[in-house]
């Protein structure tokens, strides 16, 4: 494949995608720290007020069905951190989200109102869905194709002949600013590929399946069911010492609650279902039999199996995609906008006529 061939294909890949992998960029980077994140933009609705304590899972369901009392529960998820809360998602009768965050001590609710109320949880869901649905995660699956494009083609475009890769990474800064735009993008590209190559298929492994599987549609309850705490200690009992990451409550009648499992990676969970009018265990998963990817893939994208090295590198890569994403369209509009450029389109035309 020809230079000029591999140009022109990570032109046109990059400037279909640029947009989304700036949106991309931007709320991954966000996502990276999820949970200070969220306290950090909003100290008084996502961190708790007490020092300590543990208000029953009850107070916590009562306290967000008080302030959103038509709207369905569909998950709790409980604190990541000490100073971290509870959040209660919700639906409305229209299908909108809702949450309450919910301070773990007292069970006074800090913050609740619509999906962007809560900026954090608003980047997950633009990361992972653009607030779309199934069109959405498709959109996403594109964006990590072409990621992969871009980085395939860009370093088959620069790989120097005589393998002088660090010559061929310097940015000559006495050339004008236009070329010196153009080395920079180069530049950083070249560095930040390896990652972003490492992001775009894990993120490939975790939106492909979602966009496979058949669409439930929206699930949860009016209603607290009287015996869910004693099916939460049902469900307990099958990983003792394990700690809670959230409840799900798909009917007015069942519980789905996942454990941390930090034995296997630090987004495993071990899975627990109850039958809470029977108050049997009607399924169980230790999270060493989960072979879902995702299990494998998410604590790559995130940069969790590589620890704070690789949060920082996931962060860096991500500012520094979001930059590409802006400089790559810019280089082109520089570009069209050249005298030479002009007149070489000019005669194009001629020629046809």
């Avoid at 773990?104 to 779309?132: D, M, Q």
């Avoid at 980085?151 to 393998?163: D, E, L, Q, T, V």
Wanted: with cysteine.
């Amino acid at each position: 494949m020809t230079k000029a061939t591999l140009l022109r294909i990570h032109r046109y890949a990059g400037l279909l995608a640029a947009l989304f992998l700036f949106v991309q960029a931007l709320t991954g980077c966000l996502l990276v720290y999820r949970d200070a994140a969220a306290r950090l933009i909003d100290p008084a609705g996502m961190q708790r007020d007490t020092v300590g304590g543990m208000a029953s899972l009850a107070s916590v369901l009562s306290a967000a069905r008080a302030v959103e009392p038509t709207a369905a529960i569909e998950r709790i998820y409980y604190p990541a951190s000490k100073q971290g809360t509870f959040l209660v998602q919700m639906h409305d009768e229209a299908g909108k989200l809702r949450f309450a965050s919910v301070d773990p001590g007292k069970a006074s609710v800090l913050r609740h109102g619509g999906l962007w109320a809560f900026p954090v949880e608003a980047a997950l869901r633009v990361h992972y869905t653009w607030l779309a649905g199934k069109t959405g995660t498709a959109v996403v699956v594109l964006s990590g194709f072409c990621l992969l494009t871009l980085g395939i083609s860009g370093i088959s475009f620069w790989w120097p002949r005589r393998r002088q890769f660090l010559k061929n990474l310097e940015i000559r800064t006495h050339l004008s600013a236009r070329l010196v735009l153009r080395q920079a993008h180069r530049t950083a590209g070249v560095l930040v590929s390896p990652i972003l190559a490492l992001m775009a298929v894990t993120g490939l492994m975790i939106a492909i399946p979602i966009l496979l599987e058949a669409d439930a549609g929206a699930v949860g309850t009016t209603i607290i069911h009287p015996s869910t705490a004693r099916g939460v200690a049902l469900a307990q009992a099958q990983f003792p010492g394990a700690s809670i990451r959230d409840i799900r409550f798909p009917d007015a009648t069942h519980i789905a609650v996942n454990f941390n499992a930090p034995e296997r990676n630090s987004r495993a969970v071990h899975k627990a279902s109850v039958d809470l009018t029977s108050q049997q265990v009607v399924n169980s998963q230790n999270a060493a039999q989960d072979r879902a990817l995702w299990v494998i893939a998410l604590p790559l994208h995130t940069g969790d199996a590589f620890g704070t090295v690789g949060h920082v590198l996931i962060l860096l890569s991500g500012m520094t995609l979001a930059g590409l994403a802006l400089t790559g369209p810019l280089m082109w509009w520089q570009a069209r906008r050249r005298p030479s450029a002009r007149k070489s389109v000019n005669l194009k035309v001629a020629n046809k006529s």
